[in-house]
Nanobody, 110 residues
Framework: QVTLVESGGGVVQPGGSLQLSCTAS????????MAWYRQAPGKEREYVGH??????YYHDSVKGRFTITRDSASHTMYLQMTNLTPDDTAVYLC?????WGRGAQVTVSS
C-alpha cells in the first residue's frame, strides 16, 4: 500500500512560477515511475509528464515550461512550473504504484 501526498499548490499570477511536491510513503521503491496529471474544472484528467529511470517526459502543452525532478532518497517528485498561464489552472495529481494522490490546486489568475 502506497500513499501519495501532494503539496505546494496556490494562487499565482500569469507568468509566475510554482513548485509542487509529491511524496510517496509505504511500500515504495527507489526507481518506480512517478507521474503528474491535472484536471481542470469541467475537463477530463490530462497527462502532464512523468519520471522514469531513463528520462523525464512531458505533454507538449507544458514542454519547456515545466520540469519534473525526483529525490529518490525521500521518495519525492517535484514539478517546477514556470511561465504559468490561466490555462494551467487545475488540480494537479500525482500518480505512482497504481495509486493517486488527493491533488493540489493551482490557480493562475491576475
Amino acid at each position: 500500500q502506497v500513499t501519495l501526498v501532494e503539496s505546494g499548490g496556490g494562487v499565482v499570477q500569469p507568468g509566475g512560477s510554482l513548485q509542487l511536491s509529491c511524496t510517496a510513503s509505504g511500500s515504495t521503491s527507489t526507481n518506480y515511475i512517478m507521474a503528474w496529471y491535472r484536471q481542470a474544472p469541467g475537463k477530463e484528467r490530462e497527462y502532464v509528464g512523468h519520471w522514469d529511470i531513463k528520462d523525464t517526459y512531458y505533454h507538449d502543452s507544458v514542454k519547456g515550461r515545466f520540469t519534473i525532478t525526483r529525490d529518490s532518497a525521500s521518495h519525492t517528485m517535484y514539478l517546477q512550473m514556470t511561465n504559468l498561464t490561466p490555462d494551467d489552472t487545475a488540480v494537479y495529481l500525482c500518480h505512482a504504484y497504481s495509486c493517486w494522490g488527493r491533488g493540489a490546486q493551482v490557480t493562475v489568475s491576475s
